[in-house]
């Protein structure tokens, strides 16, 4: 195990419903991500959170919405997705302010959206 | 800007043959380079990394990556697989001559390569 949980693992929503997913590290960092994973695409980080501030937003629509209530834990709340959002979600920690900072992932929350 | 290429979308392999997934990366400064590993229904695993110094790096599971400056690569070995190395490998890289606090968390990922070593 990498120290980083996700919750829930798999999950199945319709477009107009409402969702939270959870990620949680053990590893005492600073730093949170989350990424979108999709077939044959490279990784696409959509948030960044260092000392629970967002430091990095790459364009992502506002039907997905982060949440980092301290630096252990870190949500995506997700409303009115599309089936194009279907994807595995990532959730990684990191200390950062170090050197380099090689990034610890959790196993995934699988998203189908119908 | 920042950009990662893994040229091969799968990599085939007899056990016990060495093996080679190869990346090559783009940074306007100098590089820091990852190598992640993912199994099924898992997420990424780091595997090696490379900030300075000797170019061979040597990580998890016997896996090695030679950085090569002049080729602008980074490419993933082994000297002999086995059927458990099978998994998808993803190349990073990120730029160190950007790092700042709150902006230098920007690792760009490549696509993937998935290897299959057959028994």
């Known amino acids: 195990e990498t120290g980083v949980t996700q919750t829930p693992r798999h999950l199945v929503m319709g477009m107009t419903n409402k969702k939270s997913l959870k990620c949680e590290q053990h590893?005492?960092?600073?730093?949170m991500y989350w990424y979108k994973q999709s077939a044959k695409k490279p990784l696409e980080l959509m948030f960044v959170?260092?000392?629970?501030?967002?430091?990095e937003n790459n364009s992502v629509p506002s039907r997905f919405s982060p949440e980092c209530p301290n630096s252990s834990h870190l949500f995506l709340h997700l409303h009115t997705l599309q089936p194009e959002d279907s994807a595995l979600y990532l959730c990684?920690?990191?200390?950062?302010?170090?050197?380099?900072?090689?990034?610890?992932f959790g196993p995934g929350t699988r998203l189908t959206v119908l | 800007a920042q950009s990662v290429a893994q040229p091969e979308d799968q990599v085939n392999v007899a056990e016990g043959n060495p093996l080679t997934v190869k990346c090559t990366y783009s940074?306007?400064?100098?590089?820091?380079l990852f190598w992640y590993v993912q199994y099924p229904n898992r997420g990424l695993q780091f595997l090696l990394k490379?900030?300075?110094?000797?170019?061979l790096v040597k990580g998890s599971y016997g896996f090695e990556a030679e950085f090569n400056k002049s080729q602008t690569s980074f490419h993933l070995k082994k000297p002999s697989a086995l059927v458990s190395d099978s998994a998808l490998y993803f190349c990073?890289?990120?730029?160190?001559?950007?790092?700042?606090?709150?902006?230098?968390?920007?690792?760009?990922f490549g696509a993937g390569t998935r290897l299959f070593v057959k028994a």
């Open positions: 990073a890289v990120r730029d160190r001559d950007s790092f700042s606090f709150t902006g230098g968390f920007k690792t760009i």
């Open positions: 590893l005492g960092h600073n730093a």
């Open positions: 940074v306007s400064g100098n590089p820091y």
């Open positions: 990684a920690s990191s200390q950062a302010g170090t050197s380099v900072d090689e990034q610890f």
């Open positions: 490379y900030i300075t110094g000797d170019n």
């Open positions: 959170y260092s000392l629970e501030e967002r430091v």
